[in-house]
């Protein structure tokens, strides 16, 4: 079984500020771990993603997450948060040698300020 | 190329009632899943389908089932509607079963239950 806890509804940061948002997981067996982006009235956006190798790992728009066993965690960072960051971020975990199918968190709202 | 399509975009219906929900995957994708994203939740799995075969299913009622065509269309059918299925409906659309690394996500179809 599996599980994702993101900490925090919601994060408020100003322009130009350092984005962290937290994502703890719990699974049996080494997992695949995802983050997605949801802009208001659109499907999800896969953000990054690791699944074996280099923990840390680079996606799109700046962003990039550190998978951390010994803390079963992946958290999401990225240096400069710009207003067009503002939006919802899921974490997704799935089971590398299970039927694969993920789950989500409850997600993170991004707030950027100007 | 066309990403995945999803509709109707917006949907009303009344408690009891009957609703269909049509995805069209990406050319070339033989794969499409359903979720149901309730609002302020993350999404939660509820069916994957590879060839027209049903590959996955979530912890859904019966009341949801869901059918691949030949050209690997879909459509999500929930019967006898509650309140609380009221939501976000995604699909997802990957070239393989496997559900990670290469899901793409519609645009999703807003189902409000009256």
């Known amino acids: 079984a599996q599980s994702v806890t993101q900490l925090g509804s919601h994060v408020s940061v100003s322009e130009g500020a350092l984005v962290l948002l937290r994502c703890n997981y719990s699974s049996s067996v080494p997992p695949y771990l995802f983050w997605y982006v949801q802009y208001p009235n659109q499907g999800l956006q896969l953000l990054l993603k690791y699944t074996t190798g280099a923990t840390l790992v680079k996606g799109i728009n700046g962003f990039e997450a550190e998978f951390k066993k010994s803390e079963t965690s992946f958290h999401l960072t990225k240096p400069s948060a710009h207003m067009s960051d503002a939006a919802e971020y899921f974490c997704?975990?799935?089971?590398?040698?299970?039927?694969?199918?993920?789950?989500f968190g409850r997600g993170t709202s991004l707030i950027v300020h100007p | 190329d066309a990403g995945v399509t999803q509709s109707p975009t917006h949907l009303i219906k009344t408690r009891g009632q009957h609703v269909t929900l049509r995805c069209s995957p990406i050319s070339g994708h033989k794969s499409v899943s359903w979720y149901q994203q309730v609002l302020g939740q993350g999404p939660q799995f509820i069916f994957q389908?590879?060839?027209?075969?049903?590959?996955g299913r979530g912890n859904f009622p019966d009341r949801f089932s869901a059918r691949q065509f030949p050209n690997y269309s879909s459509e999500l059918n929930v019967n006898a509607l509650l309140l609380g299925d009221s939501a976000l409906y995604l699909c997802?659309?990957?070239?393989?079963?496997?559900?990670?690394?290469?899901?793409?996500f519609g645009p999703g179809t807003r189902l409000t239950v009256l």
């Open positions: 389908y590879y060839e027209k075969e049903e590959r």
């Open positions: 997802a659309s990957s070239y393989r079963a496997m559900l990670i690394n290469e899901q793409f």
């Open positions: 997704a975990v799935s089971l590398s040698g299970g039927s694969y199918i993920p789950t």
